[in-house]
């Protein structure tokens, strides 16, 4: 019989899964039966790039009391809380939102659910770490996610079946139906349904959440953080910190915000991505206006190696510094900064030196062939006329258990060959399974076919998942466990959803065969780094084996 403890958790888990689907694959399919153009779907998936940001915003999470809540609840509950309802909002926002006529107020919700979501991450994860000894924790995770993929289930399946159900009832038959419904069989009534019961299910986790205690550990870690951070002031009042960091910092931000704004539709990032196209046009007219017109991530992609650039030079201390004047409240900020995401870089690149470079390429780009590849899917599921039954069925119920049965596979053949040759298994079965799919656009619609497709593609991507979460695991250290892992998790989506934004134009303009063979020649790069840091990682094995 499961423990207290553990039952919270499976109930916590739940809550935690079931935003991630109902912002990506569930509202691409949602959308694309609404008649919305591929390349805007393409665009909207770069909401859940707030789960790759949410490093970010941890330390306010961690530190900062929610006003009311926080005296209630406690630390870890009151941000807990805060999430869940804001979850809860977001989603009965998308319900109501009808994506023919107000698309933009759809995007908007769907960018609160997913930062909602992410802040219920962080806190999540602190109020399980302080809730339970080391020991017990092992227990907890495998509870966790159990309600975590119970949760994918429902928001995936559940609601595609919520969805086709109230289309296929005998009262849609009447008048006042057929005027919701769209020419193409779009019936915003049943997604309305399906996305109010989703978000009336988050409240198995308020509740839960409600009836839980607050951890007596988040009082002494609170102890602990205020001892880290006042060494952290006499440093910066000592040493100062470099002006690189602080301008990439103020990059990053203005990439976030911008990425933001593509999303939803803002004008003034619209205004940015066309004086790309203009400067691109202007500049190489040799390539002619159809290349320039997908010059519009430009100006974001300068950004982001600027600011990549100056986070490298900042963390490895070299430029001008800027020393405030000690106790200033200028020297408290900054010092609060440079514990909370400063000592955690410079920690990872003083113990990796050299080879830092190579594994932050392998994190970001071992998983883009899945990434890119996924937010064209279920586009792809309804222009092939598969049903929301077949859908759910196939993709999100048995796909799902295929998942689980390839990260069970690769987690026992990581402990039995190594994690760098399954790292490397799982990089090859993930591209070729992609070609799986350049043969079904061929083939055409059969739901067989289709089984046999998505069994292939899920079995490697968990056992892919699997050893790569053991490769991540491996290059954190022991002081900044959690923000090196979270920090390593972000990076991981960072660059495939980025490129995953503009996967709708390159089907619009080639078709989903080619566009699914494009994503498998992605992931040859990825081998190629893969044996890199194989050979980096058996050399610094010799080099201790002879110190010792």
């Given amino acids: 019989m499961m423990q207290p403890m553990s039952l919270r958790m499976l109930a916590l888990g739940f809550a935690a899964g079931l935003p991630l689907l109902?912002?990506?694959?569930?509202?691409?399919?949602?959308?694309?039966?609404?008649?919305?153009?591929?390349?805007?779907?393409?665009?909207?998936?770069?909401?859940?790039l707030a789960y790759g940001f949410k490093w970010v915003w941890a330390p306010l999470v961690d530190r900062l009391p929610v006003p009311l809540l926080t005296r209630r609840l406690g630390q870890r509950r009151g941000w807990l809380l805060l999430g869940q309802l804001g979850v809860m909002a977001g989603l009965a926002g998308m319900a109501l939102a009808h994506p023919q006529n107000g698309l933009h107020m759809v995007a908007w919700c769907a960018l609160a659910v997913a930062f909602a979501s992410a802040t219920q991450d962080i806190a999540l994860d602190a109020w399980r770490i302080e809730s339970a000894p080391a020991q017990q924790q092992p227990l907890l995770a495998a509870s966790y996610q159990t309600g975590y993929r119970l949760a994918m289930i429902w928001a995936g399946a559940g609601a595609l079946w919520l969805a086709g159900a109230a289309q296929d009832a005998p009262a849609l038959a009447s008048a006042s139906a057929s005027a919701s419904a769209s020419a193409s069989g779009y019936d915003n009534a049943g997604w309305r349904r399906a996305y109010l019961v989703m978000a009336a299910s988050m409240l198995v986790g308020v509740g839960t959440l409600l009836l839980a205690p607050e951890p007596a550990a988040t009082t002494q870690r609170g102890m602990a953080d205020r001892a880290q951070w006042l060494r952290a002031v006499?440093?910066?009042?000592?040493?100062?910190?470099?002006?690189?960091?602080?301008?990439?910092?103020?990059?990053?931000?203005?990439?976030?915000?911008?990425?933001?704004?593509?999303?939803?539709?803002a004008g003034w990032v619209a205004a940015v991505q066309g004086w790309g196209q203009a400067q691109a046009a202007a500049l190489l007219p040799l390539t002619g206006t159809a290349w320039a017109a997908r010059a519009s991530v430009w100006p974001q992609m300068a950004v982001a190696a600027l600011a990549a650039a100056l986070t490298w030079t900042g963390a490895k201390g070299r430029g001008p510094r800027w020393r405030p004047a000690a106790r200033s409240r200028a020297a408290l900020a900054l010092a609060w900064g440079q514990a909370s995401f400063v000592a955690p870089f410079a920690d990872f690149f003083g113990r990796h030196g050299r080879q830092a470079l190579l594994l932050l390429a392998l994190i970001g780009t071992y998983r883009i062939s899945d990434t890119v590849m996924g937010i064209m899917a279920n586009p792809f599921y309804v222009d092939m006329a598969y049903t929301k039954d077949e859908v759910a069925a196939v993709s999100k119920t048995w796909g799902l258990v295929m998942t689980l049965l390839g990260a069970f596979v690769g987690g026992g053949l990581a402990l039995r060959f190594g994690v760098m040759r399954i790292l490397m298994l799982g990089a090859l079965l993930s591209s070729l399974s992609n070609l799986l799919f350049a043969w079904l656009a061929g083939y055409g619609h059969s739901v067989a076919a289709l089984a046999a497709v998505v069994s292939a593609d899920n079995l490697a991507s968990g056992l892919a998942s699997a050893a790569f979460v053991g490769y991540l695991s491996s290059l954190t250290s022991l002081g900044y466990s959690a923000t090196q892992y979270?920090?390593?998790?972000?990076?991981?989506?960072?660059?495939p959803k980025l490129l995953a934004g503009f996967s709708g134009h390159y089907v619009n303009a080639f078709g989903y065969a080619n566009f699914f063979t494009a994503t498998a020649l992605l992931g040859l790069p990825v081998l190629a780094l893969v044996w890199l840091a194989q050979r980096a990682e058996s050399s610094r094995k010799q080099e201790q084996i002879q110190a010792g």
């Fill in 22 to 48: 109902l912002v990506m694959g569930t509202l691409s399919f949602r959308l694309r039966e609404a008649g919305v153009d591929r390349a805007t779907i393409s665009y909207l998936s770069w909401v859940g």
């Fill in 234 to 265: 006499r440093r910066v009042a000592a040493r100062g910190v470099p002006l690189a960091a602080l301008a990439a910092a103020s990059l990053w931000a203005l990439l976030l915000a911008s990425l933001a704004g593509a999303a939803t539709g």
């Fill in 486 to 495: 979270a920090l390593f998790s972000s990076l991981m989506l960072l660059g």
